[in-house]
């Protein structure tokens, strides 16, 4: 039997338990089935419930606002709400949003290159 000589078992991660690994937190939520698409429409600015509905073709109202809500509750999205008559509410990209635009547009380029006809 090898002897393990670092703290990497197949328990932990960079000597945390698995279950506390921020590699495992970041997938779960992106591993959501509409996360990455809702993220993908807001690389391309703020949008509407409405607009987010018709660019996420398929989503539900209810999965697009429970997605919504993971990716506030995650820093990921913003909500902004505007006093007006009638009320109007938007969806952006935080800054750590933001930061994952390069990844995206890369999983989007290799989805394209690699697609299965």
């Known amino acids: 039997m ?5 703290d990497r078992s197949p ?5 945390a338990p698995v279950a506390q690994c921020p ?9 959501e ?3 990455l698409l ?3 429409a807001l690389i391309d600015g703020p949008m509407r419930t409405g607009e987010l509905r018709r660019r996420v ?16 509750d995650h820093g990921l999205v913003e909500r902004r ?3 007006e008559v009638p009320p109007r509410v938007d ?8 930061s994952l635009r390069p990844i995206i547009k890369s999983l989007n380029a290799w989805a394209e290159e690699n697609a299965l006809l």
Not at 60 to 65: C, G, T
Not at 91 to 98: A, D, K
């Open 91 to 98: 969806y952006r990209l935080t800054q750590t949003g933001i």
């Open 57 to 72: 073709d398929g989503i539900s109202e209810k999965m697009l606002i429970q997605s919504l809500r993971s990716l506030q």
């Open 11 to 15: 328990e932990t991660c960079n000597g």
């Open 33 to 35: 089935k509409w996360v």
């Open 2 to 6: 090898l002897k393990q000589t670092n």
């Open 38 to 40: 809702i993220i993908r």
């Open 81 to 83: 709400s505007y006093a």
């Open 23 to 31: 590699a495992r937190r970041l997938l779960d939520v992106l591993a």
